[in-house]
Each structure stands twice: as C-alpha cells, then as structure tokens.
C-alpha cells in the first residue's frame, strides 16, 4: 500500500518571516494521514526542519551531483541532510530549462541523493508543444530511462508528472490525460523493475493544483499525491490540498 503524498515546493520565495506558515501546518494538518512535506528555498531548511519536527518532512528543490569540491555556489545532498532536509527534488522542468540540466545530470543528481541517504522526488514532464505533436508518451519515456537510476525503490524515490504547460499557468491537466501518463509511467516502471517494486514507487501529479481541483485529481488512476507549487506557500491553501488527499 503506498501511502500517500502532498509535497510543497515553495521555489525561490519565503525569508524567514514566512516560517509561521510551517506553524499553521503542523496545527491543522500536524496528525494527517498523508506524507506532508515541504521544500523551500535552502536558504529556510535548517530553520523549518527545527520547527517542523516528525509530523512535516522537510526537503531541498536541487542539490550539486558530487558530495563535496570546487562548486562555487552549489550545495550537496550530504549537507542539505546535515542541515534536517529528508527529500531533494531533482529534475525539475524549471532546472531543466534555466539550467540546461539534461536527463544524465538528474540522474546523477538522484544517485547524489541516494548516496546521502535521502529521497529523490524525480520530475519529468512534457512541453506544450511535444503534447501538440503527439510526442507526450515518447518524451515521458525517454525522461523516466534517463533519468532514473538502477536501484529505484519506494524508499528512495518517488517519480512526479509535471506537463511543464500546466505549472504556474493555472491550465490544469485533464483527469485522462494524467490518468493515461501515470498508467503509462506505471507499465514502464515494471518493465523495468519488476511489477512488485513499481508497485511501491509513488507517482504525484504537479501542475496548477488548488484545493479546488485537488479531489478530481486524487481520484485519478495511479495518482498518489501532489507536487504543488503555487498553492503550497500558504498553509490554508496547501492545508485543503491535504485534507482532500486525506479523504481520497
Ligand atoms: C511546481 O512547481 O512543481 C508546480 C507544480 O507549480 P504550480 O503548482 O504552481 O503549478
């Protein structure tokens, strides 16, 4: 049974000002039923995940693909986990088009988590115009393969489908459209590691989720939580995305 997932990536905003937010969180949504966490900007991970204890897991939005060295700028998986962050998302389609990261650097961004003993949350993602052409499904494919190191397992990784058209734009995928690429990532996991191991890698839908989509969207085939970016910075907001996993 895969237990379910509302994952918050609050992207480069938030100074400390904003740490009431986790405050909020834990009062409302302290005792949820699913895995609530976190990412903000790294500048914010040792303070919230002192004040976030067990009940809100605290994660990185990037890490640096070795563990230490002459990276002017870049910060490891072994000291985001020194300073309380349990997730690193990599492969964001942000850090995909800003920085040019190419499926070989997730990857070897994601075994840098692994090594640190983290999990990777992996995001892949189609643009509009590899949707228009009918070129979802080979793109999807070809990002999980690449992306994606041998040894995946539900401990160490969780895979979340982000259309890259769908965030921050407030378009929202159709509930086929999810259903037919969280089937599709499903089969391709067990072609790869087995059935029983694919099983246990939780799948997330990112991409314009708001407490008022949320529900149609839990309901979906395969979908096992969310990657939610703008509706993450404010606990109300992210608070009903949860209550409305909770109650999937
Ligand atoms: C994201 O940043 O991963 C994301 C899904 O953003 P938003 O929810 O704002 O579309």
Redesign the pocket.
Known sequence: MRRKMAAG?W?MNGTRANLVEIDALIRDHGAAKSEVLICPPATLIHAMSGRADARIAVGAQDCHMSAAGAHTGDVSAEMLADVGASHV?TG???RRADHGESDADVAAKTAAVWAAGLVAIV?IGETLAQRKSGDTLNVIGAQLAGSIPDGATGANTVI?Y?PVW?????EVATVGQIAEVHDFIRAELAARFGAKAADTLRLLY?????PANAAEIFATSNVDG???????LKAADFGGIIAALDAA
């Open positions: 990536n992207k998302i964001h389609s942000e995001c979340a982000e769908a965030i921050g734009t407030g990112g991409g314009s989720v708001k969310a990657l939610v970016g703008g509706a993450s």
